[in-house]
């Protein structure tokens, strides 16, 4: 059974930094690729970034770019997600998500960002300005 289980989020000021972290059990890391992913308060779910299982190639929205930074430790089977110079925009609920398949630019376009086989249950990050 595959677990995806997030933590670090919190209450930050604007100009914070938080790195998330998600755990995974049932799946290894470094053979799936691995996304974040964001809620803000009304709004729909958005792909923040991506990581691929092949060549550990890299994907960020355009709005977090220079800001955050995606990673993975294949001994702690954890992806993180640094996240700098926060902004009250950041403010959401953030999943991470996996995929068995790899990912590529393309299918980091469309704003809800490309297609993930399991999903956290996400973790709050609130940004105060």
């Known amino acids: 059974q595959v677990q995806l289980v997030e933590s670090g989020g919190g209450l930050v000021q604007a100009g914070g930094s938080l790195r998330l972290s998600c755990e995974a059990s049932g799946l290894t890391v470094s053979d799936w690729s691995m996304g974040w992913f964001r809620q803000a308060p009304g709004k729909g779910r958005e792909f923040v970034a991506a990581i691929s299982w092949r060549n550990a190639d890299t994907y960020f929205t355009d709005s977090v770019k220079g800001r955050f930074s995606i990673s993975r430790d294949n001994a702690k089977n954890t992806v993180y997600l640094q996240m700098n110079n926060l902004k009250p925009e950041d403010t959401a609920v953030y999943y991470c998500?996996?995929?068995?398949?790899?990912?590529?630019?393309?299918?980091?376009?469309?704003?809800?960002?490309?297609?993930?086989?399991?999903w956290g249950k996400g973790t709050l990050v609130t940004v105060s300005s």
């Open positions: 998500a996996a995929r068995a398949n790899e990912i590529r630019f393309t299918d980091t376009q469309p704003r809800g960002g490309p297609i993930m086989d399991y």
